[in-house]
T-cell receptor, first 109, second 114 residues
Framework: KNEVEQSPQNLTAQEGEFITINCSYS?????LHWLQQHPGGGIVSLFM???GKKKHGRLIATINIQEKHSSLHITASHPRDSAVYIC???????????FGTGTRLKVLA | SQTIHQWPATLVQPVGSPLSLECTVE??????LYWYRQAAGRGLQLLFY??????ISSEVPQNLSASRPQDRQFILSSKKLLLSDSGFYLC?????????????FGSGTQLSVL
C-alpha cells in the first residue's frame, strides 16, 4: 500500500464544473505540496500547506494534519486546467518527499 | 529569481553506453537536491538526494550513481545503461526552512535506452 493515496486516479469534467481531488497519507508529514504536471512533463508547485486552507485564484487547497488528509478544489474549471495533479508530503524527520501517484484531470470545453 | 536547469530534454542511448544528466540551480544556496524517475502511469520514485556538496544518499540500489561536485550542481550518471533505465528523469530542489515553501522541478529528461 502506498504511503500516499490519491483519488480519483482519473477525472473528466465539463468546463465550469467544481472539481475535488483528494490525498490521504499514512505517515507523519510536516508539509504538503500540490503539484501540477502538464503534458511534456514539467512540474510546478501550486501550493504548500502545513495547516488550514490556501486559495490562489480558482484553486483552493485544504489540509487536516490530524486526519492525514488534504484536498485540492478547482472552481469554474477550464480546459487549461487539464493536467496531472500530484500531492507530495514532506516526511517528518527526513529530507524526503513522498508522492501520490497523481490524478489525471481532463476538462472538456 | 530562483530557477533550475536540467538537460538534455530528450536522450536516446544504446544499451551499455554511459549516461550523464546534469542539473543546476540558480538564485539560492545550499539547496537540497533530488533525482527522481517517473515511470509511465506511476508516481515519482526518489533515486538520490543530497543535502550538501559531496553528500549523496541513494534510495534504490541500481545501475545509476549521482554526484554533487558544486553546491548547485547535481549529476546523474551511469557507466553502462540498461534497458530498464528508460524513463522520465526529474531533478528537483527544495529549501529547508520553517515553512518549507520552496520545491522546484526541472523540466525533465526523457531517456530511451534501445
Amino acid at each position: 500500500k502506498n504511503e500516499v493515496e490519491q483519488s480519483p486516479q482519473n477525472l473528466t469534467a465539463q468546463e465550469g464544473e467544481f472539481i475535488t481531488i483528494n490525498c490521504s497519507y499514512s505517515v507523519g508529514i510536516s508539509a504538503l505540496h500540490w503539484l501540477q504536471q502538464h503534458p511534456g512533463g514539467g512540474i510546478v508547485s501550486l501550493f504548500m500547506l502545513s495547516s488550514g486552507k490556501k486559495k490562489h485564484g480558482r484553486l483552493i487547497a485544504t489540509i487536516n494534519i490530524q486526519e492525514k488528509h488534504s484536498s485540492l478544489h478547482i472552481t469554474a474549471s477550464h480546459p487549461r486546467d487539464s493536467a496531472v495533479y500530484i500531492c507530495a508530503g514532506w516526511r517528518s524527520g527526513t529530507y524526503k518527499y513522498i508522492f501520490g501517484t497523481g490524478t489525471r484531470l481532463k476538462v472538456l470545453a | 529569481s530562483q530557477t533550475i536547469h536540467q538537460w538534455p530534454a530528450t536522450l536516446v542511448q544504446p544499451v551499455g553506453s554511459p549516461l550523464s544528466l546534469e542539473c543546476t540551480v540558480e538564485g539560492t544556496s545550499n539547496p537540497n537536491l533530488y533525482w527522481y524517475r517517473q515511470a509511465a502511469g506511476r508516481g515519482l520514485q526518489l533515486l538520490f538526494y543530497s543535502v550538501g556538496i559531496g553528500q549523496i544518499s541513494s534510495e534504490v540500489p541500481q545501475n545509476l550513481s549521482a554526484s554533487r561536485p558544486q553546491d548547485r550542481q547535481f549529476i546523474l550518471s551511469s557507466k553502462k545503461l540498461l534497458l530498464s533505465d528508460s524513463g522520465f528523469y526529474l531533478c528537483a530542489w527544495s529549501q529547508l526552512g520553517p515553512r518549507r515553501e520552496k520545491l522546484f522541478f526541472g523540466s525533465g529528461t526523457q531517456l530511451s535506452v534501445l
